[in-house]
Structure formats: structure tokens, C-alpha cells
């Protein structure tokens, strides 16, 4: 059974990967697309940028992370400046930690989609009088709600299994920072294999879950590829 704490921690959990996949959707979308329609000569370098998290050490990324949100950082300085607190061991800092470690899980299946598209459409929409705007959500979007749908299972289960970026940003505060992974861990440093054996296989569960929708998305629509 779990406990309060271990049902903290999921809640914790399920929050932080809802709003990060929110957070990287409204981010990742123009960046796709730019991505998929651009021929400028800096396009290597910044598909090189969204993809680093995935050959990155989560650690590496996160101690620069937490450098760059803690109170001397140029982040956090501004949080303070506006009011707020440093962005270091809080909520926030998770969720911006988040989106950098998923964002080529959201970003990659969004320009693969917008690419598979291809002009001929838009241009009929143009001849139609549509604008650049209403041909985008009008044409672009329905078109690939696919990718939309992959990017979104994938940042999602991707964010459930975090370990060392939260842990490196966010420290673990029980209530506030402390996710599945990090209280995992936890047991096992207490010799608590029970409770984390229930905790691993809630997420082993629902991960497998998720990567079968995924694979059934991929056999019906040939949307994304693992």
C-alpha cells in the first residue's frame, strides 16, 4: 500500500509531468515548426541545442540549472528582482528543470510531423485566401495532431522518470520537490524494499502503459518511431 508520503510524491509527480508537457507544447510548437521550415544556416546548431539533453548527463544539466535559477544566477536574481523567490528547490524550478531535460521529446515529434506535411497544402490554403495564421490552424494543426498526440505521451512519461535533474534543482522537500523517483530512492537508502518496490512497479506500470499506447499510435498512424 502506499503511504502518504509515496501518494504525495506521485501527485508531485503527475503535476510536474502535466505542466511540463503544457509548458513545452506552447514552446516546443513555433520551434518545430520554425525548425521544419527554416534553411537558415543556424538550424544544425539549435537542432543540436534541443537535442542535448538526450546525450547529456541529467546531472551535468542540472547542476548548470541549478547555477543558473539559484539566488546568484541569472534567473534566480531576476525572480528575486520581480518579487518573487529564488527559483532554486521550488516547484517552478522543477518545471523549468523539466522542460529542458524532456524538450527534444516534444520538439522532435512535432517537426517530424510538421515536415511530413510538406507545402503543397499550405499553398492551397494560400490560393484560398487563407492567412499564414488561419493556414496554420487551420491546416498545419489538424494535420498533425498525430505528432501532437506522440509529443505529448512521450514528454510526458519522459518527465515521470526524472531523477537526477530534480534531484540536483529541486533537492528533496517532501510535499514540494520530492517526486516517485527521488522517494524510490529514499526507501532504498532506508532498507524500505517494500515500499519501494511499490512505488518501482506503480511506475514501471504505468510507463509500459504509456509506451504501448505509443506503439499502437505508431501501428495505426506510423507517427513516431522508438
Wanted: glycine residues 10%; charged residues 10%; positive net charge.
Amino acid at each position: 500500500m502506499l503511504t502518504p508520503d509515496d501518494m504525495t510524491a506521485l501527485m508531485v509527480t503527475l503535476r510536474l509531468a502535466g505542466i511540463t508537457v503544457l509548458v513545452l507544447l506552447i514552446i516546443g510548437m513555433p520551434l518545430a515548426w520554425w525548425l521544419s521550415q527554416t534553411q537558415s544556416r543556424f538550424k544544425t546548431v539549435i537542432e543540436a541545442m534541443v537535442a542535448l539533453p538526450l546525450v547529456l548527463p541529467p546531472v551535468v544539466l542540472g547542476f548548470y540549472l541549478l547555477l543558473a535559477l539559484g539566488p546568484n544566477g541569472i534567473f534566480g536574481k531576476a525572480s528575486i528582482a520581480l518579487g518573487g523567490s529564488t527559483l532554486a528547490f521550488s516547484f517552478t524550478g522543477l518545471v523549468i528543470g523539466s522542460a529542458f531535460y524532456s524538450l527534444p521529446f516534444v520538439v522532435q515529434p512535432l517537426q517530424g510531423a510538421f515536415t511530413s506535411i510538406g507545402r503543397r497544402p499550405l499553398e492551397v490554403a494560400a490560393t484560398l485566401g487563407a492567412s499564414p495564421l488561419d493556414r496554420f490552424f487551420t491546416v498545419v494543426i489538424p494535420l498533425a495532431r498525430n505528432g501532437f498526440l506522440t509529443a505529448t505521451v512521450l514528454g510526458f512519461a519522459h518527465t515521470l522518470g526524472e531523477f537526477g535533474v530534480v534531484l540536483m534543482i529541486g533537492g528533496n522537500l517532501p510535499g514540494v520537490t520530492q517526486v516517485v523517483s527521488i522517494a524510490i530512492y529514499d526507501h532504498v537508502e532506508t532498507m524500505q524494499y517494500g515500499q519501494a518496490h511499490v512505488l518501482s512497479g506503480l511506475l514501471l506500470a504505468l510507463s509500459f502503459t504509456i509506451l504501448l499506447v505509443v506503439y499502437a499510435l505508431n501501428r495505426r498512424f506510423s507517427v513516431v518511431r522508438i
